[in-house]
Each structure stands twice: as C-alpha cells, then as structure tokens.
C-alpha cells in the first residue's frame, strides 16, 4: 500500500478523492500497488462528508508521518504552497501538484531539490487540464528539437471567442454569460487579461528550453479589447481570432507571447471551440502534432493529477521528470520577431490607400459589410518594431491584431 | 555509452539513423547517456552510404554482442522480425519496434517474455507513427477507464476521403493520384481494404482491455465502395466520411470495428484531413481527448522509435509497459451493436416511402441534387443485427454507412 496525502479539498482536491474511489481497481493494478488517501489537508473541515476522518489542519502532521510517499498539492496560489511542497519533499515526499503559479514561479527549484532526493515533483494538471503535455514533453518528443509550442490553454477565453465568433455577440455579452454559467469568475482578470495561459506557457517553455522563462518576461495581451467587429473581420478574411500562448525558437533563441490571434482555416487550433484547450506542437523531425482535451473542470484535471501519482508509484525514488535549470533564459524581444499584422483604421479605405500604402507598404485592403467609415488592411511580414514604428505615424488605428503563420 | 543494433534500414530505419544523427545532443542529454548505433542487420549492402561500416548481414552477430543492450527493429512483417525480436528478448535485450503486424499478432507474448526478463518490448511507432498515443495509454490516461477510443489511423486512406470529401473526386482518380505522388501503394490493399488500421485498432484494443484481441476478430470494411455520391449526401447532411477504427466499451464488453463512417462537424475527427493521423479517446473521468499527428512517413515515425529508445535507456532493466494477457478478449458481436444507419436507396423517395417507414420505422428522407432516380434516408438508432433483417427485405439498397456518435 502506498499512502498519500492530500493537500487541498477545494474542487480539483475533492476530484481527486472522488477518481481514485471511482477507479481505484484499474487505478491500482497499473500502480501495481493499493493507493491509500491517508490524509486531506484543509483549514475547513466536512462534517457532512466521510472525508471528515481524514481531514487534518495542520501539515505537520503529513510531513512528520513517514508512511506518506506521496503529497498531492491542490490548494493553489504560492503561498503556503510553496512553503508545504518544499517541506514534504525535504522531508522525503514526492509531490504532484495541479498549480501553474507554482509551477512558474518555483518550478525550477523544487525540481532540483527532488532531483537530489531522487523524488519526483510532477505537474502534469497544471498545463492543460486532462491534455497529458507535460508528460509528452517529457518522455514522448525526446528525440525531437521542439521548434514550436502554440497552446489555446485557457478555456474561459476560448469559450467566449468561440461564442463571438459563431454568434456575433459582443464582449461584454458573452463574459456575462459564462460568468452566469460559471465559466468565469466574477473577477475574471486572470483569463481575460491572459495572466492564466501566460504562466502555463512559462511551464512549457522552460520544459522545451531547460531554462527558467519567467511569466513576467512574456509579453501577455488578453482579449478585453476584441469586438465582434474584429470577429467579421477575421470571417473575411477566412480566418477566426484565439488567445494563442506561443513559444517558438529563432535560431537560439526563444519568443514567447500570449496574445489574440487571427488564425486561419488550415491551422490545427483552428478548430478548437468552447472550454476545451489544445496544444499544437511542431518537433524538427516529427513535424506537426497537437494534443486536445478539457483544459479544466474538477475531474479532468483530477485525472491528470491521480496519473501523475500513478507514474510516480512506478517509480518511487527514481527521478524521471526532465530537469529545467534554475538559469534564465533570455527571451528574443517582441520588438525583433516577425509576423503579419492585420490593422483596422478610421475612415474610407479608397480615400486612404495612398496613405496607408506610403506607409505600411504593400497591403491587402478589407471592407465587411455593414461597417461604414473604417476599413482593414494585412501587412506583409516585418517586425514588432518595425510595425510599431509605422504604427506610430499613422493616424486613426482602432486595433491591431497579430496574425499566426 | 548505450550501443543499440537497428535491424532493417528501409524508410524507417534509415530515419532512426538519421534521427539519432541529427539530434544527437538533445536525445543524449535527454536519455542520460550517449545512444551509439553499433550495428545496422541489412540483407543488402550500402557501398555509398557511410552506414556500411555498420552493416551486418547475420542476425547473430547481434544476439551475441553483450555490448547490445537495445535492438530497433524495423523491417516490417511477421518473420523473420518475430524470430529476431524473440531471440533479441530472450538474449536480455529490450527490444523497440514500429512493426504493427508483429505487435498485433504477437504483441502479448513478446510484452510477456520482455516482463520476465526485466526488458521492455516498446512500439510508440506502431501506431499512429509520431502520435504518442501508446505512451499516453500507458503513461497519462491511467487514471480512467477508456470507454472509447476511436482512430482515423490510416494516412493514405484519410488523404484519399479528404479529396473526395473537398474536390468532389471519385475514387479511382484519387487512387490514382495517391499512388502516383508516393502516399498510395502500387498494391493499395492494405489500406483501401482497411487491414492496415484493423491491425492498429487491435493494438489499441489490447491495450485498453489488458487482453489478446485478434484482428481477424474484428470486423473490417475498407473505402472501396465510397463513391463521390456518397460523399454529395454526405454534406447534405453537414457530415463527412471517414474510415474509422473504433473500439468501444459497451458494459463489460468490448466492441471494435473498423469502417467508413458519416462524422458530424462537431466531432473532433471531422477536421482530421489528408495525410494526418488522429487518435480520439474518452475516459470516465478525463472526457474527451484527442491526439494528432503524422501516422506515417520516415522522420515521424524514426521520431517515434528514437523516443522509444530514449525511454528504454532511461528505464533499463525496469520493465514499464503495461501488460496485455495472452487471454483473448470476445469482443461484442457486430450485430448486437447499436447506431444509426444512412442508406442510398434506387427509385424516388416519394414513391418509395410508405415502403421505406413500414420496413425502417421513422426515418429521415434526403434528396441530393443532381442525383435522380435515388434517394438517401437516415434510420433511427438500432442495432446492425435489426438492420440486416430490414435490409435483406428491402429492394434496390444502393450502399449504407454506419453513422458515428
């Protein structure tokens, strides 16, 4: 029997209990052991609730009792998470936790102090929910040099994107909707600002790169700003708009963004609607590959955590995750990567085409029906900085947004 | 150092080499230690090929190198690799292989002898070619119960469909074309008759029941007898056709098939076009997933082996993959299996419909312009064994396809 604890008992810590009491037989005869819920660590307690004669509020207790191999952290947020899940694996604990914000921040560190021990510290639920990225990174694309990893990992923002594009609502509309169906949180700052994929892509990142890529370094636009005139735009041109998180080699360096982007019809993210994430990756000899699943929700996201504590019963006191140094690694400048811009400028697009063309160069003119007195215009491929300073002279912009591949 | 022995350098193994060459850094510092090819097995002689100073023509020469600790083999087909992998095992070597016949027939018994010896029998590349799927079972989804898994897991197959779904072709011409541009054979058996995915989907489906199931078991219809008409219907009813390889829980049973099918838009398959492989799978917990990729071709599926190998090196003499019993699974016999059926019919639906709702109850009429003297009807759900007695009583049935979901 392999005892755990559980830190936790929020939604993805209650979904944990409830996957390994629903498919505890299969469960264990792959761990090739009985995994045992020792403990639930909560400030609250559930009197209601059989979980009650497990539940205990203080972490040394966990940390003190050396039958527990393995710790799960769900509580999220830094702290006192980071300060338990050091302690547990000082202690001699394996830990698996579903928390990106640790993961960013800390990740580099608590990795190495496994590593030492000859523990593990696994966060396959803290990119992507249910989509297993984080292991195929780790041990399914190793003979590759991973040129690209472009993700639609939040799902809040890929449900109201996909709701303005397929039914022309506009921004405030379909925020109150998901906040009214529980998609987004009253503050949905985290989603809508990007802040949520911006620290998954930071994982991801320094997982390709082996370095530390710190969140703050990524530049991180959400979609408050996009309207559902931008979503005509995008059906005119073919194309619809996503929040990607994107990290791409240039030689060697890397580029990370998270951003709306206008994506078109041949792209596999294209189609990836509603809460549901997915990760496009492309590897130098694979090629093309993309993993898609539930991003979040209470058991997909518990079943990336219980399989984490699976793989780390297979392998007790046998480091197996990929290491990524406590080095940074210096970005590529959003000023000197490259791509086409698509521009939507006041007034009449014949009466400015001179203009625009004097500046921006050779363009494609768009007008969509039913938007009067404003036009749009692709650029051809030039930098940030170039478009930035172009942008600069021009007069009456209304937005910009980027466009992929 | 870890010398390996390549036996067969056709496409794969020639990509294996050239894998391992070209990533060389990445795959070592990711293994842990240097991957060496010592010995390519080859019938033929490659005199302007550095690789001919690795040549070696007899397969002893391998199973009696103690220095061998891992053997790739990629020559494809049942014997000799049968002979050779049993041999390679029980020498105390791990074998890696992208050979679906071998895994198919022998996969059980192999797994066995490997798990004896403390060795792996690993074969990502069998499946899918670059799409990590067998690892993800294995690895990822071990939380769940796998209640589907259903596949577009042949490239030449799916290209072919694309172009007659896209560009309204008929079959012959894009048989034609697909052999003339290299992603068709000149004998296309194997995959217009569906035996290449049948052999796949029996992998998956040992693997997600823990049991033998033969492919012989599985009832398998190939795109022969797809027709561009079909396909006209087909987007009449906003779907498309696919040839699918499915595997299904249908209580403690399994039911497994492998056929053309009518696939709605809002399926995650529908968009898996040309070339591309695509593995969909449902878990109790997880919910939907789907994996993508490329399911064929030399640097996808040498990527696949070399992180096969890369994992081996990482884990020998430890035996990690999960077992299937030599025990064969009955699978749910076809006829007891429910779904709904599209059917072409000769005459005028008018005329025929009285006889049509009094044999198939209600159904859903469909009339395609431009094709007269026919007409098409979708039954209600019922189960193959029900519509085969209707079908027998009806006159003039042109083609039915099974419609999925």
């Not at 979609?223 to 059906?235: C, F, V």
């Not at 004097?358 to 650029?379: W, Y």
């Not at 209304?398 to 591949?405: K, N, T, V, Y």
Request: net charge negative; glycine share 8%.
């Amino acid at each position: 029997m392999v005892n755990i604890a559980v830190m936790g008992y929020g939604t993805v810590g209650s979904g944990v209990v409830e996957v390994i009491n629903t498919n505890s037989d299969i469960i264990n005869q792959r761990a090739g052991d009985e995994i045992n819920v020792k403990y639930v660590l909560d400030i609250r307690d559930f009197p209601d609730d059989p979980i009650q004669e497990k539940i205990v509020h203080d972490v040394n207790v966990i940390i003190n009792d050396p039958e527990i191999r393995i710790v799960v952290e769900v509580m999220g947020g830094i702290e006192p998470a980071y300060t338990f899940v050091k302690q547990c694996l000082e202690a001699g604990k394996s830990v698996v936790t579903s928390n990106k914000a640790l993961v960013a921040k800390h990740g580099a560190e608590l990795l190495s102090i496994a590593k030492e021990r000859e523990l593990n510290f696994l966060f396959e639920a803290s990119v992507g929910g249910g989509i297993p990225i984080i292991r195929a990174l780790n041990s399914s694309l190793t003979a590759d040099k991973i040129e690209e990893i472009t993700g639609i990992l939040n799902g809040t923002t890929n449900y109201m994107l996909s709701k303005m594009f397929y039914e022309g609502a506009d921004y405030a509309e379909v925020l109150k909707e998901a906040q009214d169906n529980g998609y987004a949180e009253r503050n949905p700052e985290a989603d809508v600002e990007g802040y949520d994929a911006c620290r998954k892509i930071a994982i991801l990142s320094s997982l390709i790169s082996g370095q530390q890529v710190d969140f703050e370094d990524i530049y991180t636009e959400g979609i408050t700003k996009i309207t559902k005139e931008d979503m005509l735009y995008a059906k005119e041109l073919g194309m619809t708009i996503k929040l990607l998180a994107s990290s791409k080699r240039h030689g060697n360096h890397l580029h990370a963004i998270v951003a709306p982007a206008l994506l078109g019809k041949e792209h596999p993210l294209y189609n990836i609607n509603d809460v549901f994430n997915a990760v496009f990756v492309h590897g130098n000899v694979l090629g093309d590959a993309m993993f898609y699943g539930s991003g979040a929700g209470k058991l997909p996201t518990a079943s990336a955590v219980v399989a984490d504590v699976v793989d780390e019963v297979k392998h007790l006191h046998r480091n197996i995750m990929t290491m990524w140094k406590n080095e940074k690694l210096t970005l590529l400048p959003i000023e000197d990567t490259c791509k086409r811009f698509f521009v939507r400028m006041n007034g009449d697009a014949d009466k400015r085409r001179d203009e625009v063309e004097a500046l921006f160069g050779n363009v494609r003119f768009l007008n969509v029906e039913g938007l009067s007195d404003e036009f749009g215009f692709v650029t051809e491929v030039m930098t940030e900085g170039e478009y930035g300073k172009k942008a600069e002279k021009a007069e009456g912009i209304l937005h910009m947004i980027r466009i992929e591949g």
